[in-house]
């Protein structure tokens, strides 16, 4: 599955837990813990089908403060990217970061950002 690949891919992800799995038909639904190498967590929920794609990408701190959530919910219809949009404090911006690569590019960057000294992040 191309979302595991993904995190097994990304040096800062320490390791995850798959919390809920279901397949069907045409598609699947899944649900991620993510331990970044920073003590920070990234909950993961997609749902995949032929029609259609939801996503949730939501970061938090060790302390469960939001640092950033990418979605795709069909709201806030004035940003530029809609329905692809990600929230930063109390700020909706767009969001061109739409995969999991993208996401998790956005994260090891910062992640790397605030550890320049540690080489093993």
């Known amino acids: ?9 990304c040096e800062v992800v320490k390791d995850y837990e798959v ?18 190498s920073d003590g920070s967590i990234l909950y993961v929920r997609e749902y995949v089908d032929s029609n259609e794609r939801n996503y949730s990408y939501h970061w ?3 302390k469960g403060e939001l640092i950033i959530r990418w979605n795709n919910a069909p709201h806030h219809k ?3 990217t809609y329905p692809h949009h990600k929230h930063i ?13 993208k996401i998790l590019e956005v994260i090891e960057l910062e ?3 605030q550890n320049p000294q540690n080489k093993e992040l």
Not at 1 to 7: F, Q
Not at 92 to 98: A, D, H, P, Q, R
């Open 1 to 9: 599955m191309e979302i595991l690949k993904c995190l097994e891919k």
């Open 19 to 36: 919390l809920s799995f279901k397949t069907f038909y045409d598609g699947f639904y899944i649900k991620i813990k993510v331990f970044l």
């Open 60 to 62: 938090q701190n060790e």
């Open 78 to 80: 004035g940003i530029k």
């Open 89 to 101: 404090a109390e700020k909706v911006l767009e969001s061109f970061e739409i995969t999991c690569e």
């Open 111 to 113: 992640i790397k950002k």
